[in-house]
């Protein structure tokens, strides 16, 4: 990333529209080299069991930086506040609401967005979640030009990223992020002096990163190793995976993939106790749970989960559902 040469233009108006922890390395990147007019980011919300409000932490960069910040409940029909800021450029990153046309219209310069995946691949909401659900090797950061379609923009950069087998969605996340930040640097200055290209997606070519349903969270052990080791930490950590032991829930945080096979055994059938967890049959092989966390407590390794149970002779065999 080289930004020597960037020539800002002089009053440029750029608005940030962003929400998650995801977006803050992105604005705090372009605080550090452009002049931010406005942040945008969904209302503040109330967390915890005593309902306490908690604001996104996109608007805590905005506190921190002295930056006007508008908080839309619904920025289909609240957009109007943001247009009368007469942005030259508005730029999106997980902000969590759709942009209407009547907005996206508004910047001389557009709208663009940040997306963590090489569109056309894993549109939508979760595409760091479901890259590794569905074994991607690779994965990345799109810049493109907004429409009111979801994700289906023209394209102006991309840079890939490998994913490695030891990544999470809570890794692959903070890489992808930073990548972001990045490759957002390095393309607007194109997007500033009208030299960006455009490249239109390839929409035969498309597929869907959707939001997470509590069904993606349960472990079906009918389902090869590699599967439930990529749902596994695909769900890491946020919001986990889980399946059934003794009528109650089992997260179920770290695994590990094990050579042995047991023909005789049920699925989800516990076969053994080791060093660093339990064994559990599934449709090809064993799995080692390393890391689980048993309803009403906190996380624990899967060694001390086994050992907490009367009789190691008891606890092998049992069946997790």
């Given at each position: ?7 800002v ?31 945008v980011t ?105 429409n ?20 999470t969605a ?65 769900l ?23 050579d ?22 599934v ?28 009789s190691?002779s008891?606890?092998v ?5």
């Amino acid at each position: 990333m080289n930004l020597e040469n960037v020539n800002v233009e002089k009053g440029l108006k750029i608005i940030f529209m962003g929400t998650p922890e995801f977006s803050v390395p992105i604005l705090e990147g372009l605080i550090e080299h452009y002049k931010i007019r406005a942040i945008v980011t969904q209302p503040d919300r109330p967390v915890g069991r005593d309902g306490h409000m908690s604001y996104p932490p996109v608007k805590e960069v905005g506190i921190k930086h002295t930056i006007l910040v508008i908080q839309p409940d619904n920025m289909k029909e609240d957009w109007g506040q943001v247009a009368e800021l007469e942005p030259d450029l508005i730029i999106t990153c997980a902000y969590g609401q759709i942009l209407p046309k009547a907005l996206l219209d508004v910047p001389r310069l557009g709208c663009i967005n940040v997306h963590a995946s090489l569109l056309p691949k894993l549109r939508g909401g979760a595409p760091i979640h479901r890259a590794i659900l569905a074994g991607y090797k690779k994965t990345g950061v799109t810049i493109m030009y907004m429409n009111p379609r979801m994700d289906e923009g023209d394209i102006i950069s991309q840079r890939a990223i490998e994913i490695t087998d030891n990544d999470t969605a809570s890794s692959l996340h903070d890489k992808l992020s930073l990548l972001g930040r990045d490759l957002l640097l390095d393309t607007l200055p194109s997007i500033i002096d009208g030299t960006a290209t455009r490249t239109p997606q390839n929409h035969s070519e498309a597929t869907y990163g959707l939001n997470i349903k509590r069904e993606d969270e349960k472990i079906d052990f009918e389902r090869t190793r590699r599967e439930i080791y990529n749902q596994v930490r695909g769900l890491y950590s946020w919001p986990g995976s889980y399946c059934m032991f003794e009528g109650k829930i089992l997260k179920v945080w770290k695994c590990r993939i094990n050579d042995n096979y047991f023909p005789e055994l049920f699925n989800g059938q516990i076969t053994a106790i080791y060093e660093d967890g339990f064994g559990v049959k599934v449709s090809n092989g064993e799995l080692v749970f390393q890391e689980v966390q048993p309803e009403g407590k906190t996380k624990m390794s899967g060694a001390s989960f086994a050992n907490g149970i009367a009789s190691h002779s008891k606890f092998v065999g049992k069946i997790l559902s």
